[in-house]
Structures are given as C-alpha cells and as structure tokens.
C-alpha cells in the first residue's frame, strides 16, 4: 500500500510503509549511507505529515518486507490487542497528541506497553521533538530490582565501567574504587572484558563479586562478555549476577552477535536459577544501539532507528534489569555528529521507556565523530530531565579499553546536585553510611582503598 | 593479596585510566579539563588532517623505494569519515595510473585511515623495514601505494589492479583518547573485489608506545610467507598457525 501527500502542488509518494518511516526520519548519516533517507528537507516533511495521518492499526498488518524473521514473529506474538485498545482508534499523529495530553499519565502509558509494537513507536517519536521525546519519557517509571533498585521517579543510576585494556584485575579493581568514592555504580558495576575467554570472564567476575562482598555494596556485577560464556561460566560455578547480551532488530543482526532466541532463553533460564536476585527480580542486561543491524547488512532495507526500536522487543521478553543503548559508540557514519547523537540518545530512551523497558543511555562518542564533551553534557541534562533509569561512566569520561569517550563520575555527580537526582534508595543509604558526597567527610585515598581489598589470586 | 600502602605511581603502573588522585566531591579540576580538551584536540586533528603526501613522496625516496599515489571515491576527509562503502572503492582513473606496475608477489600499500599522525610517525618506517624483509625473501614488491581516504578494502582495489598475489594495507587506527599514532595493518591473500573481513589477518597498535615498527615488521612477514604457503589467509590461516601446520610461521 503506498502512501502519499500534496505540498503546494506537488505530490510525494511513497511506495510502501517501510519507506514513508525511513523517508520520516530525522536527518542522520546511517540512513544516508544505507540509501533509505529523504532526499532532503522538503521530502522529509512531507514524509512526516504523510505518517502522522497514518493509522496505528496500518503497523500490525504490515511486516515491511522483514517476514520470516525469529524478531517480526516475537514482535507480533507480544502484541496485546486488550492493551492497545485505548489508543487503536489513533493514527500517530494523534496519538502523538494523546502521548502528549496532561490526562494521559505515567501509569496508563505502563499499561499499554505490550498494546505497541515498536515500529508504532518509533513513528510516532519520528514527528516528536526532543522536547515531546523528554515529556513523554518523564511520565513513564519503569522499576527494576535486584540488590538495588532501578528507576524510581526522580532517581537516576549509574554503572561503573572500570574497564581495563588486559583486564588486570587490580586494574580493574581500582577504576571500580575511584567511582564507588564517587557515588557511580547503583545499576550496576560492569566490566566489559578485552578478552572474551572463559577464565578471564570468571576472574573478572570473582574480581567485582569480592568488591561488592566485602564493601557490602548494595548493587550487582556484570561481566559483559558474550551469552555464551556467561552460560558456561555459571555452569563453572561461577559468581554471575547479571547475564549481558547485545542484541539487535532483525533475526540476521542477532545471528552477527552470535545468538538467537532460544540462546537467549536458555541464559535467562541460567540466570534465574542461580537464585542470585530476590524472587521475581530481573537478571538480564542488555545493549542496543542505532546502526547495528545496518553494519551487519541486516537492516532489511528499514532506517536505523525502526530497527532499533526492534531490539527493545528482543530486550523486554526477557523482564530486564538494565537495558542500554550505546548511542554514540557506533561511529559518524551511522551518527555523524552532537546533534544527531542527542537526538538519538532521546529517541532510543523515549522508544524504550514507552514499549516497558528500563531504559539507559551510555552518553558517549567516538574521536571520528563531531562530538565533544560539551554534546555529552547536553544529552545528560535533558535525559535526566527525560527521567532516564541510568547512565555509563568511568574515570575521567575516557574508556581505556574501547577507546571512546563516555561520562565521568564527575558528571554523575553533576546532575546528581544540579538537578536533584540521588541514586537507587539501597545505595544512597550505603553512600549516607560511609559518607560518600557528603561534605567534610574524609574518605579513603585510593592507594590505601585498593590495599584493603583482598582480591582473587590472578 | 593485600599490598598496604601503594602509592600514586604504583597506581599508575596498573592502569591509564583517568583517576581521581585529589579531593573529591567536586568539579573536575581546571588543568584535568583542559588536559582532556589537549588530548581530544589532538585526536581531532589526527583523523581530520590530510596526509602529506609529499613528505611521505620524500621519506619513501630517501628508502630508496618507488612509489604512486591514488585516492579512494571519498574524495575528501568529511565524505571518508561518513561514507566508509566509498573510501573502499578505487576509481577507475586512479586503477589506471597503476597499470604496468606488475604482476608483483605483494602489493604494500599505505593508506590515511583514521590517522594521519599515525601514517606520518610510523607509516613509512614500517613499509621500509617490511619492503627490506620482503625483498631479502626473494619476493617482488612494485612500488609502494600512498593512498588516500583509505579504508582496509581499498587495499584489495589496489592489488587487483597491480596484479598482486598479496596485499599489505597499512592504515592509521581510529584515535584514543591516550594514543593517536597507532598504525594498523590489515594483510589479504589473494585479494578478491568482495574480500570478507574473516579473510584477514591484523596487526594493531604499531606505535612506540605498543608494538614497536620492527617488531610489527617481523611479525607481518611471518604472516605474508605463512599465507603464501597456505594459500589463503585471515580466520583459517589462523586456525593451521595455531594447530601448528605450518612450521616456523609462529
């Protein structure tokens, strides 16, 4: 079924739904490089309005072209017409009016998050503004819970990502001290390791289970290396608190990272049956990220930020504690520059927090970007405005592994004072205990902080 | 294995991460922001200047090897930077200016990538000292290939218009924040138009700082002899150098 709209006498048509989504995006240089982008400004207005008169319901009885696919069939057995009542009647652009409505509040919007399929929802945010991207995310609270919890109104987490080039355990170690000294790691403390092998993922695992154990940290561990590994690092015994995935929207973009739905069930199975998390708690973490599926040439043809919204599907089957999108990680031929890596930081946390999820943003860029830090200082700001669950940071907002700049615990502790946002309530209490951020207190140098750490024999 | 009292140094020697040696519980101090905007500068310029090519021309010269020089579709630095599936095509006027430089055993070939501070400090003594071992194995070379808005599969461009069986492309890496001089190489044989990237073998972080220009020299040879034995390269010369098929290519 095409679609089409007049504009001063000329007429834009566009041959299917798939297209009139891509051709709505906002301007960005991964639909430029895969050759589904508006030819411009004009065409992509004309896109917009054209999408705002289309029906919700035209999204469940087109797959665009991605049939056959494990994620189109997740998407479609997932959809709950009882849920999507209230807003079936709607096309997106009155249901971005609807979003938008002060009656419409944070729990109504919970209740329809399983009513939406995820290409509604990246419609709908393709003619929002960052500011309707920023009203909408605030009224929605997506909780979590594992030792600590997770994205309660007017709170904001962190993870500590004490990444090591080798993976040297005091390395790490002492990357993950200079930040709990700070405040940052409520979400999580997550390592992501250089290598990916069995016994470095056990170490790395033991390494950030003694810290916790014997700081008494109220929060979790992750090591983020591949499903596979964590599966056979819990088989070993092993002290696995979160299982990490990255995941994307097409079933081809999964089987780049090496897994499917059924790996996926398997770990989350693994996971729960550790018995690590309180009963009914939420043992999975994954990432996602504009581009993926397209750099794996499996985008199917469909702009970026569709396919994104994609994977919040894979993500949210799994009831997750942490989910984020690595915004700016992918480099300037997907994000060119500040601009387009803000407004997709809001787009992935808005689209996200809408279809359920505890939504995150790793607020970061890449030195082949036209980014700087001063980007990442707007994007926090309006993402903690946005009420997002958590943010990534490490030492000094520069990550020594993966070679890109995120936020630093400085900036946590920036947003944390000026805009009002305490971390999860377990670990403002054990922050309260040792005096961390409070004034006067004087706290353990780092030299002496990492001596008293007994740590595992490498 | 507690260590007692270590000291900032010692600290140091465990990891280059950004730590916070000072008070706490405040703004980043000023000479920390401003070492960090240095740092940042510095890798901005690294991926946005243009190789100089005619200093690169003079160094080559003094080595005594013959060069040429070509530029991928991309054209200039934005376009590289944004459109990776153009600065892997070779244009074929450029292709042309090839002609009559082989056949040839291997094609070296350096490229600007996403450094040129990378190319300009290690770029021509690697492709010397790797030229020099290459030669003394009896192998033929053609002259070295500068090209510019260079990605890895440019490389395999190059060497079917030269007609090499193999093909050396040096580039600069994506800058850190710490190092913007590591040099990559990306080593194909038997190059083809749509050469997959498990195809490969790669040497990364070719600075002073990481794996010295000799060293990465040595090891790329040992590369190159390997693969021509075995006829192919990438994941599955890998897996024979690990099971130990080929002797003496460790």
């Known amino acids: ?458 | 294995m507690s260590d007692g009292a270590l000291t900032p140094a010692a600290i140091r020697a465990l990891t280059e991460a950004r730590l916070t040696f000072g008070a706490r519980g405040r703004a980043l101090e000023t000479a920390r922001t401003l070492d960090f905007a240095l740092d940042h500068a510095r890798a901005r310029e690294a991926v946005l200047a243009d190789v100089d090519i005619a200093a690169l021309q003079a160094a080559l010269d003094r080595a005594g090897l013959a060069h040429r020089a070509v530029t991928s579709a991309a054209g200039d630095r934005q376009t590289f930077v944004q459109r990776p599936d153009l600065g892997r095509q070779l244009p074929e006027a450029d292709a042309a200016t090839l002609a009559g430089t082989g056949p040839v055993d291997v094609a070296l070939v350096l490229g600007d990538g996403l450094s040129a501070t990378a190319v300009a400090l290690n770029g021509v003594a690697f492709v010397a000292a790797l030229a020099d071992r290459l030669a003394a194995q009896g192998l033929s070379l053609g002259p070295v290939v500068l090209a510019r808005q260079a990605r890895v599969a440019l490389g395999d461009k190059i060497a079917l218009a030269m007609g090499a069986g193999t093909v050396v492309m040096a580039l600069g890496e994506r800058p850190g924040l710490s190092a913007a001089d590591s040099l990559g190489v990306y080593i194909t044989h038997a190059p083809r138009p749509d050469t997959p990237d498990s195809a490969r073998n790669c040497l990364s972080n070719i600075r002073e700082a990481g794996t010295p220009v000799p060293e990465a020299a040595r090891q790329a040879e040992r590369l190159i002899l390997a693969m021509r034995r075995a006829g192919q390269s990438g994941v599955a010369l890998s897996r024979l150098i690990a099971a130990g098929a080929l002797p003496g290519s460790g």
């Not at chain 1, 999820?357 to 860029?365: I, N």
């Not at chain 1, 700049?405 to 009002?420: N, P, V, Y």
Request: hydrophobic content about 45%.
């Open chain 1, 1 to 458: 079924m095409s679609y089409r709209t007049d504009i001063q006498g000329t007429r834009y048509v566009f041959p299917d739904l798939k297209t009139l989504l891509a051709r709505a995006s906002p301007a960005r240089s991964g639909d430029a490089l895969a050759g589904v982008a508006a030819d411009g400004p004009l065409e992509r207005i004309a896109a917009q309005r054209c999408l705002a008169d289309v029906p919700l319901t035209d999204f469940l009885d087109d797959v665009m072209q991605v049939e056959g696919d494990a994620v189109t069939g997740l998407i479609l057995a997932q959809h709950d017409p009882a849920a999507f009542a209230p807003v079936r009647s709607l096309t997106v652009g009155a249901f971005r009016d609807w979003l938008l409505d002060p009656a419409t509040d944070g729990g109504t919007l919970g209740r329809l998050a399983f009513g939406l399929t995820p290409e509604m929802v990246a419609a709908v945010s393709k003619i929002m503004r960052a500011q309707d991207l920023i009203a909408v995310a605030a009224k929605i609270e997506v909780v979590t819970r594992f030792r600590s919890t997770i994205g309660l109104r007017g709170r904001l987490s962190t993870r500590n990502q004490p990444n090591h080039p080798t993976d040297d355990s005091r390395g790490i170690a002492v990357a993950a001290l200079d930040g709990l000294l700070m405040g940052a790691g409520d979400a999580v403390i997550g390592v992501n390791p250089a290598t990916d092998t069995l016994p470095d993922y056990i170490r790395i695992c033991e390494v950030l289970d003694a810290i916790r154990i014997q700081l008494d940290i109220p929060t979790q561990h992750c090591c983020l290396g591949h499903v596979t590994t964590a599966l056979a690092a819990m088989e070993a015994g092993a002290p696995v608190d979160l299982v990490f995935q990255s995941v994307a929207g097409s079933e081809k973009a999964n089987a780049g990272f090496g897994v499917t739905l059924g790996l996926l069930d398997e770990a989350w199975e693994a996971a729960r049956a550790l018995g690590r998390a309180p009963a009914d708690g939420n043992v999975m973490y994954f990432e996602t990220g504009q581009g993926a599926a397209l750099s794996a040439d499996a985008h199917h043809g469909m702009d970026q930020q569709t396919m994104e919204t994609r994977a919040y599907a894979v993500a949210r089957r799994y009831r997750p504690l942490l989910v984020n999108t690595v915004v700016g990680f992918i480099g300037p031929e997907y994000l060119a520059d500040g601009k387009q890596i803000i407004r997709a930081g809001l787009e992935d946390h808005f689209c996200g927090k809408l279809l359920g999820l505890p939504m995150g943003v790793d607020v970061c860029y890449t030195n082949h970007s036209w980014a700087d830090q001063e980007d990442m200082d707007l994007l926090l700001v309006s993402l903690a405005a946005a009420g997002v669950s958590f943010v990534i940071t490490v030492p000094g907002a520069d990550d020594i592994m993966l070679n890109y700049q995120s936020l630093a615990f400085h900036d946590a502790q920036f947003i944390r004072e000026t805009l009002g946002r305490p971390p999860a309530p377990e670990f403002e209490a054990w922050m309260d205990r040792h005096g961390i951020g409070a004034p006067g207190v004087n706290l353990p140098a780092l030299a002496a902080a990492l001596g008293q750490l007994r740590l595992p024999a490498a």
